[in-house]
């Protein structure tokens, strides 16, 4: 059976409404013009680092698939489309300099390549790193002399950092397999990582970021999706680097197993405040023009319910979530 989309479910929203006629096709538009919107992420790392693993655990597909072996799957930036949602996956880095460069040069014209509207086509750039390994060098030149350079304007808010396969840091020692968590030792390692990848990069390019770790619980080709760990820390993390009125995109494609997003630091209800993004920038891009005021919340009761059965499953039932963001 065919899963209404977002759209769907906010046009029966509107057309349900206790509102005018003329509210309900200005609302009807805006959900038109949502539709439209993109978000094109792009993704690089190193040959082994989890770029395919991370996003087929995020997104429960498996357009990318997991490499195996040790040559790289592909040579040239690939472009997957998951209905408005644009992934390009870089080829994999470190396969000698001369590929290296190559594969520079494409990065850094398609950084250079804008929209109809003018702006960036590119909305965010994920840079994911072995946890595994010390060896970052060629991340870092990547990151320093490639990425940061040509980002353009805005460019702390458009880059984000994610240190993969976190239960590997420390060769595997310390991460509690039961629980499926790093222990405090591994935890004081991971975050003194991630300190050295800020202040690396700060001390190259004078811009400030933020990385985070987790891991994207790596499957055997034909196996079985282990489990994630910090993967619903990671997709806020996305989310809040995206434009709000591109945010209606994620609610689509958002891996709707429980099992991916239900382990995690706690230091935030990650699964709580990524939807409430993403359900505030579906009332606000669908309600501009129209005079409905403190209405919004109530009309689009079923968004609530289609968004929490995606990232809802880390944080429960959508019971009282209107009314709670609304008043």
Not at 31 to 55: E, F, H, P, W, Y
Not at 114 to 125: R, S, W, Y
Not at 133 to 142: F, I, K, Q, W
Not at 264 to 291: M, P, Q, V
Request: hydrophobic share 35%; aromatic share 8%; glycine share 12%.
């Amino acid at each position: 059976m065919r899963k209404e989309s977002i759209y769907e479910a906010m046009q029966n929203d509107i057309m349900n409404a206790n509102i005018s006629e003329e509210d309900k096709n200005k609302m009807l538009k805006n959900v038109m013009r949502l539709k439209d919107q993109k978000v094109n992420i792009m993704i690089t790392g190193a040959t082994g680092c989890g770029k395919s693993s991370t996003i087929n655990a995020m997104f429960d597909t498996e357009v990318v698939k997991v490499g195996v072996g040790v040559d790289p799957e592909t040579m040239e930036i690939e472009k997957y489309e998951l209905d408005n949602l644009v992934l390009w996956d870089t080829p994999g880095l470190g396969d000698g300099k001369k590929a290296d460069n190559r594969h520079a040069k494409n990065i850094i014209k398609k950084l250079s390549e804008v929209d109809e509207n003018g702006d960036a086509l590119i909305d965010l750039f994920l840079v994911i790193l072995d946890g595994g390994t010390r060896d970052l060098g060629t991340s870092y030149e990547l990151i320093n002399s490639v990425i940061i350079p040509n980002l353009g304007k805005g460019k702390e808010n458009r880059i984000l950092v994610a240190i993969n396969q976190a239960d590997m840091a420390m060769k595997g020692r310390n991460w509690d397999y039961d629980k499926n968590e790093p222990n405090q030792q591994l935890v004081n390692f991971l975050e003194d990582k991630v300190r050295s990848v800020r202040d690396r990069i700060y001390e190259a390019t004078g811009v400030r970021i933020e990385p985070i770790y987790y891991s994207a619980g790596y499957k055997e080709e034909g196996g079985e999706q282990g489990r994630p760990y910090n993967l619903s820390k990671l997709l806020y993390y996305i989310v809040k680097a995206t434009p709000s009125e591109k945010r209606v995109v994620y609610a689509n494609n958002i891996n709707e197993d429980a099992e991916m997003w239900k382990d995690d630091d706690e230091l935030l209800d990650y699964g709580e405040e990524t939807r409430k993004s993403i359900f505030e920038s579906i009332t606000e891009g669908a309600s501009k023009g129209a005079d409905i005021g403190g209405a919004i919340g109530g009309i689009f009761g079923s968004i609530g319910e289609t968004i929490g059965r995606g990232i809802g499953t880390v944080v429960g039932g959508v019971i009282g979530f209107i009314g709670g963001l609304f008043g």
